[in-house]
């Protein structure tokens, strides 16, 4: 119930081209879906995020994806380029609580 | 832009000894949180703050785990007997309110118990 199931593990993408990282959740809940991009060595840092009453969001390159009814949500990298290589992790905060629940996270590598 | 700042930045104990992480948060947030990441792992909530209380913790956050903010500015995770499998990357996090903002981590503290 608390878990957020995320797809693909890793992922690699020629330059240019779009990059889909997957998420699904159980718990109905969740009220706030936001994304992280990590460096390695640094911190998770919020690149976009989203609420259940809206099915897309998009800034810039970056759009995340909302399906309400099939509890599941997306992040779309439109023109990856190298530097987007890092790891992608989703996650859903439960509206009763303080906590967020991360995915287990995508590698995104971007070939030049 | 302002941001959650973490000491040390890499730390090595002996198994069994106490160790703080230290953490600043964004001077006007008002919940404070502890996660952290395994290597190669997802990252992990350990416990939320807010009023100089717990406000939710996980099960990894045992009787070893404590938490205070001691001065005001200061968030402190304390791990009172490391064990092998406390090496990992802690990192701080604050947020200014509960609905409509996310959090902001720090870039972290690297525990390695030997």
């Known amino acids: 119930q608390q878990q957020v199931k995320q797809s693909p593990q890793s992922l690699i993408v020629q330059k240019g081209g779009i990059s889909i990282i997957n998420c699904a959740y159980e718990?109905?809940?969740?009220?706030?879906f936001p994304w992280y991009q990590q460096f390695p060595g640094k911190g998770p840092a919020l690149l976009i995020a989203?609420?259940?009453?809206?099915s897309e969001k998009k800034e810039g390159r970056f759009t995340i994806s909302f399906n309400k009814s099939a509890k599941q949500f997306s992040l779309h990298i439109m023109d990856s380029q190298p530097g987007d290589s890092a790891t992608y992790f989703c996650?859903?905060?439960?509206?009763?609580?303080?906590?967020?629940?991360f995915g287990t996270g995508t590698r995104l590598k971007v070939l030049a | 832009e302002p941001e959650v700042t973490q000491t040390p930045s890499h730390q090595v104990t002996q198994m069994g000894q106490e160790v703080i992480l230290r953490c600043v948060p964004i001077?006007?947030?008002?919940?404070f949180y502890w996660y952290r990441q395994i290597l190669g792992q997802k990252v992990e909530f350990l416990v939320s703050?807010?009023?100089?209380?717990?406000?939710?913790k996980s099960e990894i956050f045992d009787d070893q785990f404590s938490v205070e903010r001691p001065d005001g500015s200061n968030f402190t995770l304390k791990i009172r007997s490391t064990k092998l499998e406390d090496s990992a990357m802690y990192f701080c996090?604050?947020?200014?309110?509960?609905?409509?903002?996310?959090?902001?981590f720090g870039e972290g503290s690297w525990l390695t118990v030997v």
């Open positions: 996650a859903a905060r439960n509206s009763g609580t303080y906590k967020y629940i």
């Open positions: 718990n109905t809940a969740f009220d706030y």
């Open positions: 989203i609420r259940p009453d809206v």
């Open positions: 001077s006007n947030h008002l919940y």
């Open positions: 703050f807010y009023n100089n209380e717990i406000s939710e």
């Open positions: 996090a604050s947020q200014t309110e509960r609905s409509g903002n996310t959090i902001y």
